[in-house]
């Protein structure tokens, strides 16, 4: 992790041009006029930043999700890169991601993020087979995400990643064993993957609830998981963090951040910010942050002091999605518990479950292994609820 002089910036895009049926982001219909708006805004609250930002004087990673920050046209994208420099000096930039979605990226734009100093694109892919891309109501198709691969690679960007879902209704393990070996042949520095959650209010959760949709069952999930673990490796690629995998040397540098309890800043509707102590995040509606800005306001709707002992906790939550694991003589001293004991507990709870080994000791060091990481929602609730048990 850098230094504290270092920041990273997230920015938040707003819009797609029409929602997936999964979809629960903050993303609304998208328009030109919409966009313009929506760019002056964030371009106002930048500068309304502009003490916290002139105290920060190197900036390390900047990331532009969404959305479908595609959508942005070349000549906002530049408004924005130029309100940045004009704070900050972008040669510490170790790391320039921008987010795009298959069917609708033109090589212009491409080459104009090239020029700005985006090294990283990270492709919303979702599958390699068009079936499941239609069942999920993804604007594009697959001979989109190939041409937008070749763009890429085109224009000179050296990192693409892909994202890709499993579980999909319908997905086999035949076919997402395809996408996987389809994402792998295009050479890609990097992946991400991520199991379909049914959202309460998107309409496939509706779907699923008259029955017209059934989920893929847990048991089918996990061999897809375990599947990608086992590939992916094979091909080189290192599981670094519960659904991220890297050819070495790539592993997401901002994401990094995020895990590792680093600072961020956060622009546009619904970005959160972290300043080490504080967090505080935006408004997720697009008209409101816009006329929070318009009236010289921060669109801040909501803010939390993390107290010592929450910043410990949340260090072992974040610590056990990660290869790095958490740091036993650190928990132990948080906790007041001896981490064999805690340990011990967590398995006599997993019985039952997928069989095997969940976690390792190494060192001074406990980590999940891939099976632990696929019930990791569950072992970190239990590992609180013990923690929280062990409060005077
Ligand atoms: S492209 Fe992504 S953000 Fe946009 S609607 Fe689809 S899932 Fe949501």
Request: proline share 3%.
């Amino acid at each position: 992790m850098p230094d504290s002089d270092y920041l990273s910036i997230y920015i938040h895009f707003p819009f797609c041009v029409r929602k997936c049926l999964y979809c629960d982001f903050a993303s609304e219909d998208w328009g030109l006029e919409r966009i313009d708006r929506w760019t002056d805004a964030l371009i106002l609250e930048i500068n309304l930043n502009k003490e916290r930002l002139i105290h920060s004087p190197k900036l390390y990673t900047l990331y532009i999700g969404g959305g479908s920050p595609n959508l942005v046209g070349g000549d906002n994208f530049y408004r924005i890169v130029k309100t940045l420099n004009d704070y900050f000096d972008f040669d510490t930039l170790r790391e320039f991601t921008v987010e795009v979605n298959p069917g609708g990226t033109s090589v212009e734009l491409l080459n104009t993020f090239r020029n700005a100093g985006v090294n990283r694109i990270s492709i919303g892919c979702q599958s390699f087979i068009d079936g499941e891309l239609k069942t999920l109501e993804r604007i594009h198709s697959v001979d989109d995400i190939v041409r937008l691969l070749e763009q890429v690679k085109s224009v000179g960007i050296p990192q693409r990643s892909l994202d890709l879902i499993f579980g999909i209704p319908g997905q086999t393990i035949e076919s997402w064993k395809n996408s996987l070996e389809s994402a792998i042949s295009y050479n890609v520095e990097h992946l991400s993957l991520y199991n379909l959650i049914y959202e309460e209010g998107t309409p496939l959760s509706d779907l699923r609830s008259k029955g017209v949709v059934s989920p893929v069952e847990e048991e089918q999930e996990w061999l897809m998981y375990d599947l990608a673990h086992k590939v992916l490796e094979k091909a080189g690629f290192v599981h670094y963090e519960i659904s991220n995998w890297a050819k070495p040397d790539y592993m997401a540098v901002h994401n990094s951040i995020y895990w590792s309890g680093g600072k961020y800043l956060g622009f546009g509707p619904s970005a959160h910010s972290f300043d080490g102590e504080n967090r505080w995040w935006n408004c997720r509606n697009v008209d409101t942050y816009i006329n929070f800005l318009k009236n010289d306001k921060l669109p801040i709707t909501g803010s939390e002091k993390l107290s010592v002992k929450n910043k410990k906790t949340e260090y072992f939550l974040l610590g056990l999605r990660t290869q790095t694991g958490i740091e036993i003589s650190r928990f132990e001293s948080v906790t007041g518990m001896e981490f064999i004991d805690a340990h011990k507990m967590l398995i006599g709870h997993l019985v039952g479950k997928i069989e095997g080994e969940y976690g390792y000791i190494e060192g001074n060091y406990f980590r999940l292994t891939h099976k632990g990481w696929f019930l990791c929602d569950y072992i970190t609730g239990k590992l609180l609820t013990l923690i929280e048990e062990r409060k005077p």
